[in-house]
């Protein structure tokens, strides 16, 4: 805001609040001038709405800190929701190499951001489908992966239990290790058990190494209310 515009906003805080303008001209000259220089950055019509804004949710006078204030917080909502990286199709007269000129389109692309002249442009509209070569996009799933694939193949003869339950997982059916075993009383995330049957005595079950799951587990895991 410029000084000439300090005077309308404070009369328009004035309607709220009638002690915001004082009697005397040189004070009230003197508090325009404060005003003026705490919101130097703000657009005038934003200054008005935030005035009404500031009322509708609290009862204190407005002070010129509350209303830029809210300024600083909108333009880093604006600008976080902008990638800022100036898009070659929407600018294909800029020069790489001009480096002048790129950070003048830089500056000119944010400023429109900010005063609303033009919308954030999402991160997705740069790394949506369209946008990567699927070689791209293959590398970036591979690095964003706990385990790439040729890892997990090497560690397969290590841990059989768990190569056991991703090919079970990769043939499309429910992950059997997510229920517990109703056979062998294997808990969730456990693997299968042997299970002996003495006459007159309970069922006793042992570890014998790692084995496939249970029919009765896999029939559970395909019953689960979350199986896929």
């Known amino acids: 805001m410029n000084p000439e515009q300090i005077p309308q906003l404070l009369k328009q805080v004035s309607y709220a ?31 008005m709405w935030a005035v009404g804004q500031h009322y509708a949710e609290s009862p204190f006078p407005i002070k010129p800190s509350d209303i ?9 909502d604006r600008m976080n929701r902008h990638t800022g990286t100036l898009e070659p199709t929407h600018y294909p007269e800029l020069d790489p190499d001009d480096i002048a000129g790129f950070m003048h389109t830089l500056r000119t692309e944010r400023h429109a951001v900010i005063m609303g002249q033009q919308p954030p442009t999402p991160l997705a509209a740069i790394t949506g489908p369209a946008a990567v070569p699927d070689e791209v996009q293959a590398r970036l799933d591979a690095v964003g992966r706990y385990m790439p694939d040729r890892v997990r193949d090497q560690l397969a003869a290590y841990r059989p239990a768990r190569a056991e339950r991703e090919r079970i997982i990769h043939t499309g059916q429910p ?41 009765s587990r896999l029939d559970a895991a395909r019953s689960h209310p979350n199986a896929a």
């Open 68 to 76: 830029a204030g809210r300024w600083r917080a909108h333009v880093r």
């Open 17 to 47: 609040d009638p002690r915001i303008l004082p009697e005397d001209r040189q004070e009230l000259q003197g508090l325009a001038a404060l005003w003026a220089g705490v919101l130097v950055d703000v657009p005038a019509e934003f200054a």
């Open 175 to 215: 992950d059997p290790l997510a229920v517990p075993c109703p056979w062998c009383a294997a808990a969730v995330n456990q693997p299968c058990r042997g299970r002996r049957t003495t006459p007159g005595r309970d069922p006793e079950t042992k570890r014998s190494g790692a084995r496939a799951p249970h029919p």
